[in-house]
């Protein structure tokens, strides 16, 4: 596997790449944003499984950098920082984020982060679809619209663009409406692992779905146990009064 690293402290991007390369990690290191859009021109020869993108960068924010890189490439990004609010995840995740770390971390969550997310993608960055069984209509949700074959979403007939997980948390939940999710099984099934430390990821993802989608009451907390899809008897829920 090759890694594209960007972090501008010599002695973090040693270190870390020590550790990866022990576990059969090819690290390219870059020093600065710049740097790390360079090497993820379309134009080299190998691609990078994943981008392990710092953002307190010298010459530019790391969010902006995330969204530079959305705009050449697919390829999956996890952010690692200290930023460790709510707000910064969204954020992160809004712009094209695959995941999000905060330091400190413990190296074999990283690990086992870095592994899940290029799992979910082919190599060169394609996408690998969601496992959509026989199912080949669209899945119509009240106002909402999810269009399994092209991994499209619409809300009253307005394109809501998602993130890959977004979208394959959605799609999980949409197709079986009504039927609670336990927290346990949807890490295994979207993110393809049973770390534990990947909860908080599903949390901030499910905070981003309710918001790009502007419908709160669509995706249902049941507490202790996971998560629901309540279909709208007719048109979208209302906010809930503040």
Not at 43 to 60: C, I, K, S, T, Y
Request: glycine letters at 8%; aromatic letters at 4%; charged letters at 25%.
């Amino acid at each position: 596997m090759r890694l594209l690293l960007v972090e501008d402290d010599e002695h973090v991007a040693a270190a870390l790449s020590a550790v990866l390369a022990k576990h059969g990690v090819a690290v390219v290191h870059a020093r600065n944003g710049e740097e790390a859009l360079k090497a993820l021109l379309p134009d080299h020869a190998e691609p990078f499984a994943v981008v392990l993108l710092d953002l307190g960068l010298p010459d530019q924010d790391g969010f902006e950098v995330c969204g530079r890189i959305r705009k050449i490439c697919a390829t999956p990004v996890i952010m690692v920082t200290a930023r460790a609010d709510v707000r910064s995840r969204i954020h992160g995740l809004n712009l094209g984020a695959d995941d999000y770390v905060v330091k400190p971390y413990d190296t074999g969550e990283l690990l086992a982060r870095i592994h899940a997310v290029s799992r979910r993608t082919a190599p060169g960055g394609a996408e690998q679809p969601v496992d959509e069984g026989a199912a080949d209509d669209a899945l119509r949700l009240g106002a909402v619209t999810v269009e399994l074959p092209t991994r499209q979403v619409s809300v009253d007939g307005t394109a809501v663009p998602l993130t890959r997980k977004e979208f394959d948390l959605l799609a999980l939940l949409a197709q079986r409406p009504g039927v609670v999710f336990r927290r346990e099984q949807i890490i295994s099934e979207v993110w393809r692992t049973s770390w534990e430390g990947t909860g908080r990821t599903l949390e901030v993802h499910i905070a981003s779905l309710r918001a790009k989608l502007r419908m709160p009451a669509l995706i249902e907390t049941v507490r202790g146990v996971g998560y629901r899809l309540v279909v709208p008897a007719a048109g979208p829920p209302a906010a809930p009064a503040s």
